[in-house]
């Protein structure tokens, strides 16, 4: 079975800085473009940032641009996000999903993890 | 940005009933690049529709996808107790900004 597990969430203050980790098992991770999502308590999904199979190329979500980066490291099937100068409205849990493979150039987000929650209070 | 819209908002149905969930685009939303999820409470979601109308492996037949361009429709026909959830639409756009939206959600709740 396919499993992502993510981690690194945490309890943080506007304008600090936080690393998500997303460890990808049961699946050759570095033939698939992999993505974040995000979802506020309560409120409903939003795509954050994609990146492609060998890293080379990285797409944001407006929002988040300039403050979020997304990496991998396919040697260690993990997926990254670097968030910094977060805001109170990057609260949420934060996602960790491949994109089917079989659909290029579609989107679909085929496997997710459980997620990491990220809270920005002051 | 395409924005979906899903209704309705709540939609409230007995076991063995069958539902219908609408998804509208607000604009064409081309090769039907389309999907639904589900998200039960305190899970993630999980893809049971792509291309509008494929179902995802390992999903039941009983979950079906149709529609094109702006309106799209997802048909569950005979709930079960575990098919109550939230579902979710999302369109993807190539070169768009953003490339992939959802929509609000709809909740599906056992009457």
């Known amino acids: 079975d396919v499993q992502m597990v993510e981690s690194g969430g945490g309890l943080v203050q506007p304008g600090e800085s936080l690393r998500l980790s997303c460890t990808g098992y049961g699946l050759t991770f570095r033939d698939y473009w992999m993505t974040w999502v995000r979802q506020p308590p309560g409120k409903g999904l939003e795509w954050v940032a994609n990146?492609?199979?060998?890293?080379?190329?990285?797409y944001y979500t407006d929002s988040v641009k300039g403050r979020f980066t997304i990496s991998r490291d396919n040697a260690e099937n993990s997926l990254f996000l670097q968030m910094k100068n977060l805001r109170v409205e990057d609260s949420a849990m934060y996602y960790c999903?491949?994109?089917?493979?079989?659909?290029?150039?579609?989107?679909?987000?085929?496997?997710w993890g459980q997620g990491t929650l990220v809270t920005v209070s002051s | 940005e395409i924005v979906l819209t899903q209704s309705p908002g709540t939609l409230s149905l007995s076991p063995g009933e069958r539902a219908t969930l609408s998804c509208r685009a607000s604009?064409?939303?081309?090769?039907?690049?389309l999907a639904w999820y589900q998200q039960k409470p305190g899970q993630a979601p999980r893809l049971l529709i792509y291309?509008?109308?494929t179902r995802a492996t390992g999903i039941s037949d009983r979950f079906s996808g149709s529609g094109s361009g702006t309106d799209f429709t997802l048909t569950i026909s005979r709930l079960e107790p575990e098919d109550f959830a939230v579902f979710y639409c999302q369109q993807y756009e190539y070169g768009g900004s953003p490339p992939n939206t959802f929509g609000q959600g709809t909740r599906l709740e056992i009457k």
């Open positions: 990146i492609n199979r060998d890293g080379s190329e990285q």
């Open positions: 999903t491949n994109i089917l493979a079989a659909t290029e150039p579609a989107e679909y987000f085929q496997h």
């Open positions: 604009q064409n939303v081309r090769s039907s690049y």
């Open positions: 291309g509008a109308s």
